[in-house]
């Protein structure tokens, strides 16, 4: 009978041990710190270098201590990741020429801006009202009253080049001056290059449903397909779903995601995932923050609490504003009071697939000097592209 009871127990503790192991594997997650149920988790993909290999953690790490209030998890030794088999990451194309390639998606969805302003200026004599019509439709998408009337101003005066224009001419005539309002010369590049031997900083914030988690995934993956290393950091700690989402963006493509406990303090979880890119030596740490109102000034002190306490381990590179391109010129309002919070230097424009308004555009950088330099422009995973004036005027516009 012992015998019996001893094979059954062996057998119970060899169950919930192989259980165990299973979930271990599935989430590929390995803890930092001693206490389980707070702590910050670094989620491994399962082939992806182990960033802690070699020196230890406390050797290799040189940076300043943590900033007083953030108890920052433990430096610990992490086994090397080991390889699944048969397991492929996603390949993702680099994100050059990405706006050419989604060009007709972008044509379909904007198409009547340009429609609307190629039929009324290829009239063969404008009058008050024909002009009248042309603001009509620059305004309802969005351009904005300023862009509006510097476009209309323009057209006005090439008046008799327009009616002696061919198609071809005049449609090169509208884009010219649709260019000319979305800022050519506007520095758009994304800083996401190692500097000073430290890995670039990019903090992604904006309202709710706007669209941040899904676009710092999308980043991550155009990174990569540039061939760079990144670190994502899940500081969206008050959404649930949003560190799954996020880890679920990174394992795809091989990228390591540092998160915390639901509802714990974003600034820690912000300041690990810097540490661990730094230790890492990687190319990139992308933060996403958690969505909140542009009116709730709560919220947004937070989030400059998150940025300071990034600036502990180096300055933040980039902070990305996601705006809902569907919002229109309430994006402008919420762009305002983000920059109060934060010093923004780039908009991303997500959901320009669809019915949305491309004028958004324009309004945003003219109202606030801020380039616009992602567009997102569909729900899969490669279609957010980098921002070009003349490519998106063209599409808009239509052939």
Same mark, same amino acid.
């Not at 590929?28 to 491994?44: K, V």
């Not at 020196?55 to 080991?82: I, K, N």
């Given at each position: ?99 050419? /390639? ?13 429609? *609307?302003? @190629? +039929? =009324?200026? $290829? #009239? !063969? ?113 008050? /959404? ?13 493509? *091989?990228? @390591? +995601? =540092?998160? $915390? #406990? !639901? ?134 516009? $239509?052939?």
């Amino acid at each position: 009978m012992e015998f019996v009871l001893i094979a059954i127990a062996i057998l119970v503790v060899a169950l919930i041990t192989g259980a165990a192991l299973l979930v271990g594997r599935g989430r590929r997650t390995t803890r930092l710190d001693d206490d389980a149920a707070a702590g910050t988790t670094l989620t491994r993909p399962p082939s992806a270098p182990d960033p802690t290999s070699g020196a230890t953690a406390a050797d290799r790490y040189t940076g300043p201590p943590a900033p007083a209030g953030v108890v920052p998890d433990p430096l610990v030794e992490l086994p090397p990741a080991e390889p699944e088999t048969g397991l492929v990451f996603d390949t993702p194309p680099p994100s050059a020429g990405r706006l050419v /390639r989604l060009r007709s998606r972008l044509a379909r969805s904007q198409s009547s801006l340009g429609r *609307g302003l @190629l +039929t =009324v200026l $290829g #009239r !063969e004599k404008l009058t008050e009202d024909d002009w009248e019509e042309v603001e009509e439709t620059l305004l309802s998408a969005d351009i904005g009253v300023a862009a509006t009337t510097q476009i209309v101003q323009r057209l006005r005066t090439q008046s008799l080049v327009l009616a002696t224009a061919s198609g071809t001419a005049l449609r090169d005539l509208v884009v010219r001056e649709l260019v000319a309002v979305l800022g050519p010369d506007l520095d758009r590049t994304l800083a996401t290059d190692r500097r000073d031997g430290r890995p670039a900083v990019v903090l992604v914030v904006g309202v709710n449903g706007a669209g941040k988690t899904t676009t710092v995934g999308k980043i991550a993956r155009a990174l990569v397909g540039d061939g760079k290393s990144v670190v994502l950091g899940a500081a969206d700690t008050f /959404r649930a779903a949003a560190a799954d989402q996020l880890e679920t963006w990174g394992e795809r493509v *091989g990228v @390591l +995601t =540092v998160r $915390g #406990r !639901e509802g714990g303090d974003p600034a820690s979880v912000a300041f690990d995932a810097v540490r661990t890119g730094i230790e890492g030596e990687v190319d990139t740490v992308l933060i996403d923050t958690a969505g909140r109102l542009h009116t709730k000034s709560g919220l947004m002190d937070e989030l400059g609490k998150v940025k300071r306490v990034v600036e502990k381990l180096g300055p933040v590179d980039e902070v990305l504003l996601v705006l809902d391109a569907t919002t229109g010129q309430n994006g402008v309002v919420q762009a305002r009071v983000f920059t109060e919070a934060v010093e923004v230097t780039g908009v991303v424009l997500t959901k320009l697939d669809g019915t949305a308004k491309g004028g958004i555009v324009v309004a945003v950088q003219r109202e606030l000097g801020i380039p616009v330099k992602l567009i997102g422009l569909g729900e899969g995973p490669d279609d957010l592209a980098p921002f070009e004036p003349e490519a998106f005027a063209e599409a808009i516009v $239509g052939g």
